[in-house]
């Protein structure tokens, strides 16, 4: 620490404020990229290899001599360099309920950002999808915010690694800060009307867990609080992160976070209140913000604004390259073989089986037998579909039209590879586009239908439907593939539905007339291999939903956690309760819960699990709690637990888990996280519907 205060005290003004911006290299272009380094600004974002090199190697012989920061959007996996590992999204990993295996994926994409020679990526996301409307729900580890902390703390540790100067190692920055995907309407960058309070009981503990997993930055919301924009609001940045949860890293605003208080939030006049607003609230790092620079050297020397302020900005951010070797090595680097090497494909594959969900099996499945297989849908051979947003798809320009690059399985050539194993014959019928109207392909595919014994239906949605910027209104299946299923159906062939999507979508139809429904979101590059595996049987799934499926747009919120004092109860029109719950996820197999106890000295909860089925399984045991009288309005149910157990046919196992008073907090009127004394019902089961909960009281003093 005591070098880089000596750093900051001999920094001119104006080394100080470029060391407060980051620069995103393909909007500025090669000679103005050079132009920022010789200036000595601090960061750089969306460059990589030679050019990386080049910029370091300017700004460690110019200036104060301090080295680059190079930022990526590495959200699932390198995915912009398309050498690397496309992993499975946030929303599909989560569904294994593994935060072992997401720390495992997080440390491959760090070798492989840092075989570019990076050092941060601008992941986990740590938002909570409880509206199907918004479009980045895919970038979220679902609705609930446990879960969501618990994967979010195993990404920031395998980004961080254990020695963060390590060549394999770079920063992971936690986003966005906060409340973003709560805005009003799904609408992407929106106002959020939410207090303080529920803040701090919702959405801040994710964040809080990043926090004490050592987390090296945070990014700030592009939305607003009750009218406050994230970017200005001083007691969510220094209050309440960096004094309340002691944040010691530093703050990077998103993408021209600080000119949008200008143009789309309209609390700043001109770029002189945008960069003191911004400065003042607690940001340290200005991404895409160049007009910062001239604007607050400008506001030091009028006395508008404190040279300490830039100070204490200067040293978090030197603070942060210090502790990750920089200093050290500035062209630290990992081995390059790293991208997309045969490990990181194993570990891929690994996720996506983890990953699938079987949520409907009137028992037709796994498939057995000699057969005749349609598979039809436009989600079937398009990996696009099966890699989601942030990909080099999608970034740094959206360009759909890319050629992918192998390796890869889609759903088809998975379905054909093990359909020559079990002498299965296979057709194939794409039927319509994914956000088509009017399609001309029904007769083909009915036709081809007729012949078949059982059909699979590969349907869903892409980044043209679900996006950064990207929200719907109706989150149904599109029109045309909607009007192919109910044709498909007429034929009377049973069904086999994959959900390939970004999101839990509107599919109560598809539920009432398919005789199985499987998903695993966006599985990445072996996602469609993953999803034939679970329908030959060659898998036997046991992810779990991380989300709630609604029945309809109209019917949102329907997340588990649900305050209770509805009036009604239920809508006049649709069932209250959601078409999949959350924790919901079926298996070849079955298990029986029983013995239940909670010891209310220890707080330790025994439950036994038996594999009742014929066939190996797991299960994800989850565990959840209820404040029956509290100060403040509580959840019907939280979830504060949740394991995976490997069960063969018979076998039984008496699992165990120890609880302390603060799992069973809440925040109260004051803002305050405490546990109150009274009494809980705590629940333990496969998923979270009351129906498959084993419950138990217990009192605290």
């Not at 910029?55 to 200036?63: C, D, H, R, T």
């Not at 994926?105 to 909570?128: N, R, W, Y």
């Not at 779990?544 to 305050?563: A, R």
Request: net charge negative; charged share 25%.
């Amino acid at each position: 620490m005591r070098m880089v205060e000596e750093i900051v005290k001999n920094m001119t003004l104006e080394q100080k404020a470029a060391q407060l911006v980051q620069i995103p290299y393909a909007q500025v272009g090669r000679e103005k990229a050079e132009e920022w380094a010789r200036l000595g600004v601090g960061s750089f974002l969306h460059v990589m290899g030679d050019n990386a090199k080049r910029l370091q190697e300017i700004a460690v012989k110019s200036g104060a001599h301090i080295p680059l920061l190079f930022g990526i959007d590495a959200v699932h996996g390198h995915c912009l360099n398309r050498k690397a590992t496309v992993f499975p999204t946030q929303l599909s990993m989560a569904c294994a309920f593994d935060p072992a295996l997401v720390k495992r994926m997080a440390q491959a994409a760090a070798k492989e950002i840092s075989a570019d020679g990076l050092h941060q990526t601008f992941s986990p996301v740590l938002c909570l999808g409880r509206d199907m409307r918004w479009g980045r729900v895919d970038e979220t580890f679902g609705e609930d915010p446990f879960l969501a902390g618990e994967l979010g703390a195993a990404m920031v540790e395998g980004y961080q690694g254990e020695d963060n100067a390590d060549d394999t190692s770079v920063m992971a920055c936690a986003k966005h800060y906060i409340g973003y995907g709560e805005a009003t309407g799904g609408r992407d960058s929106y106002d959020t009307s939410i207090t303080y309070r529920k803040i701090k009981d919702t959405f801040l503990p994710p964040f809080e867990k990043a926090v004490k997993a050592g987390l090296a930055s945070i990014m700030t919301a592009y939305g607003s609080i009750d009218g406050t924009p994230c970017t200005s609001d001083k007691k969510l940045l220094k209050e309440i992160l960096k004094e309340e949860l002691g944040f010691d890293g530093f703050v990077v605003t998103d993408w021209q976070n600080v000119s949008h208080l200008i143009r789309e939030q309209h609390v700043a006049e001109n770029e002189k209140d945008a960069s003191r607003l911004a400065l003042e609230s607690g940001n340290d790092m200005m991404m895409n913000a160049p007009e910062f620079y001239e604007a607050i050297l400008d506001l030091v020397e009028s006395g508008e604004v404190k040279e300490e302020q830039l100070d204490a900005a200067v040293l978090r951010i030197l603070t942060v390259k210090k502790r990750f070797g920089l200093f050290e090595d500035p062209f630290k680097q990992a081995d390059e073989r790293y991208l997309g090497c045969e490990e990181h494909l194993r570990l891929n594959k690994e996720i996506a089986r983890e990953s699938v969900v079987l949520l409907k099996n009137d028992g037709i499945l796994p498939l057995t037998g000699q057969k005749r297989i349609l598979v039809a849908g436009p989600s079937a051979d398009d990996i696009r579909c099966n890699y989601g947003d942030w990909t080099y798809f999608s970034h740094p320009l959206p360009d759909y039209d890319t050629q992918p690059v192998r390796p890869y399985v889609t759903l088809l050539e998975g379905v054909k590879e093990l359909a020559k194993k079990h002498n299965c014959t296979v057709d194939y019928v794409k039927g319509c586009e994914i956000n088509e109207e009017i399609q001309g392909g029904i007769e083909k595919t009915v036709a081809a239908a007729k012949k078949a014994d059982i059909v699979i239906f590969a349907c869903g949605d892409n980044i043209l439907l679900a996006a950064e910027a990207c929200d719907r209104a109706d989150v149904r299946l599109p029109k045309a593939q909607r009007e192919l299923f109910k044709a498909l159906c007429a034929t009377g062939k049973p069904i086999v539905t994959a959900l390939i999507c970004t999101k839990p979508l509107c599919v109560p139809e598809v539920d009432a007339h398919s005789t199985a429904v499987l998903t695993n979101f966006n599985g990445g590059m072996f996602g469609g291999l993953a999803l034939a595996e679970a329908v030959f049987g060659e898998i036997n799934p046991h992810g779990k939903l991380p989300i709630s499926f609604p029945y309809h747009v109209g019917q949102q919120p329907c997340y588990y956690n649900q305050l209770p004092g509805w009036h009604c109860r239920s809508y006049a029109d649709m069932p209250e309760k959601p078409l999949y719950p959350f924790g919901k996820g079926l298996s070849y197999t079955s298990f029986a819960y029983s013995d239940m106890s909670f010891d209310a000295k220890t707080l330790t909860l025994r439950v036994n699990v038996q594999n009742v089925g014929e066939r190996d399984g797991a299960e994800i045991v989850q565990v959840y709690f209820r404040d029956i009288v509290s100060s403040v309005i509580t959840p019907v149910k939280q979830l504060v637990a949740f394991r995976k157990v490997q069960l063969k046919a018979g076998e039984s196992k008496e699992l165990r888990f120890t609880f302390t008073r603060s799992d069973f907090s809440l925040v109260n009127a004051q803002e305050r996280r405490v546990t109150e004394a009274g009494a809980f019902e705590i629940m333990v089961g496969g998923r979270s519907d009351d129906a498959d909960l084993q419950k138990c009281m217990f009192t605290l003093s």
